[in-house]
């Protein structure tokens, strides 16, 4: 899995850059799909943005890619202050790519 990271000054920044890259799907309208079978999508970038004086100020940015050829975003804020399962989900995927380079 050959995954890239980018590093854009703002959260906005880097889903304009995603969306001239053709990841247009917002998948954080259908997170469910991503809690469903998280094994059915594919990181093909990450952003991180750190909030510069609050943690609850960080996100993630995903652009991923869907089994059946979709290409979108999922923003997600920092997992330690997030109940969401799809960001829990995606942070697995990233987890078990690193491992399976390895």
């Not at 059915?40 to 100020?57: Q, T």
């Not at 979108?72 to 799809?86: N, P, Q, R």
Request: hydrophobic content about 30%.
């Amino acid at each position: 899995m050959d995954r890239q990271m980018y590093h854009y000054a703002t959260v906005s920044k880097a889903l304009e850059e995603l969306k001239e890259k053709g990841f247009t799907v917002d998948f954080n309208i259908e997170s469910a799909r991503i809690k469903e079978c998280g094994d059915c999508f594919e990181i093909v970038h990450i952003y991180r943005y750190e909030g510069a004086s609050d943690p609850g100020d960080e996100a993630t940015v995903y652009g991923i890619k869907s089994d059946k050829g979709e290409k979108g975003v999922y923003v997600s804020g920092d997992l330690s202050f997030s109940e969401d399962d799809a960001a829990r989900t995606l942070h697995e995927l990233v987890i078990k790519g690193r491992q399976e380079q390895n």
